[in-house]
């Protein structure tokens, strides 16, 4: 796939996760949950999920984490988000 030519490891596992979330209802989660779900260690979701944090707030004004760390998950408000586009843009 084109991601992996273009992306670095990271972006996509970003990628990865940001589709993932996708499959889970509107909500707020541990990121602990995502565990059971993933093959990152716990460390590397809170890493994850920060940085993509960082870039949904970059990009749409929108935080994944609420203020006590746990993932929000709005679905009509991540469809919004052209997550792609952004990592290809950060990447070049």
Do not use: W
Not at 49 to 73: C, P, T
């Amino acid at each position: 796939m084109l991601e992996t030519i273009a992306l670095d490891d990271f972006a996509v596992k970003k990628l990865e996760m940001f589709h993932q979330l996708f499959d889970f209802d509107d909500g707020v989660y541990s990121p602990r949950f995502f565990k059971q779900y993933s093959e990152f260690s716990y460390a590397r979701l809170i890493s994850l999920f920060s940085e993509m944090n960082e870039d949904f707030q970059q990009q749409a004004d929108f935080s994944l984490l609420s203020e006590d760390g746990k993932v929000v998950i709005d679905k009509e408000e991540l469809i919004k988000i052209p997550y792609q586009q952004f990592l290809f843009q950060i990447s070049q």
